[in-house]
């Protein structure tokens, strides 16, 4: 066991689909997800309990990729689909690093991975396992944002770690605005009364509602993760005690 002390007990780490492209921008980049695999193994060796949640925006997001095509439901069981997979995936590299993980499933996939079930997600985190949450919420016009905040207060998590694209929450999207300034620190309702990107409304509320902090932050060095964990300063923090 690792000498080093999280500051938080339980995570909830979410990981964008978009992140698990690397650069390659959709599929799956495997560097990226061996060296996901490694930075959570470390964090696990410290005696942290993570969960996970994956997006599916490498493969498809409901919204964007079905607008004005496909009916709104469908096509969001498609990217609740495409979660399945990067969960698979990311339990499969884990594995490979020597890391005990299991998938549950808001969608009920039996042959691939177990349906959610809280009480048996808990169990196996204090067992040391890394539970991977796939297919968000299991309801259409929920996003897997939603879906990370609703983990996380159903397994009493400390904290969630929201894996980018982008190193943190900024007043303006700094791909379009060079001068945007970036939030060291920032309050839910300050997220949601500027409309800012950090997650939709429906996941900051939740998070606020249950007093989750919410640590945005680059998954571009995957030993962010640690770092985040252990509590060094990098990223955003939204919560309420700012």
């Known amino acids: 066991m690792s000498l080093e002390t999280p500051k938080y007990k339980r995570i909830l780490l979410k990981i964008s689909g ?30 942290a309990q993570i969960g996970i949640v994956v997006g599916g925006g490498n493969f498809w997001r409901g919204v964007k990729n079905g607008e004005g095509k496909l009916e709104r439901t469908r096509s969001d069981y498609m990217g609740m689909l495409a979660t399945a997979m990067n969960g698979l995936a990311v339990c499969d590299v ?17 042959r691939a991975a177990e349906p959610f079930d809280r009480t048996r997600a808990v169990r196996y985190l204090e067992e ?20 990370a905040a609703l983990r996380a207060a159903e397994i009493g998590a400390d904290a969630i770690l929201l894996a980018k694209n982008i190193d943190g929450v900024y007043d303006a999207d700094p ?19 500027r409309g800012l990107g950090v997650m939709d409304a429906t996941a900051t509320a939740l998070a606020m509602d249950n007093h989750i902090p919410v640590l945005v932050f680059a998954l571009k060095d995957p030993a962010n993760i640690k770092r985040v964990l252990l509590g060094e300063r990098i990223g955003t923090y939204v919560g309420t005690d700012v």
Do not use: M
């Open 94 to 110: 884990l594995e490979q690093h020597g890391i005990p993980a299991v998938v549950q499933t808001a969608l009920d996939i039996s």
């Open 18 to 47: 978009e992140a698990l492209a690397g650069d390659q921008k959709t599929g799956l980049d495997f560097p990226t997800l061996h060296s996901v695999a490694e930075a959570v193994g470390s964090c696990v060796k410290t005696g």
């Open 128 to 147: 040391g396992r890394v539970v991977i949450f796939s297919c968000g919420s299991g309801c259409p016009y929920f996003s897997t944002d939603t879906a």
């Open 175 to 193: 791909a379009k605005v060079p001068t945007a300034k970036k939030f060291d620190r920032i309050s839910y309702d300050e997220v949601l009364a």
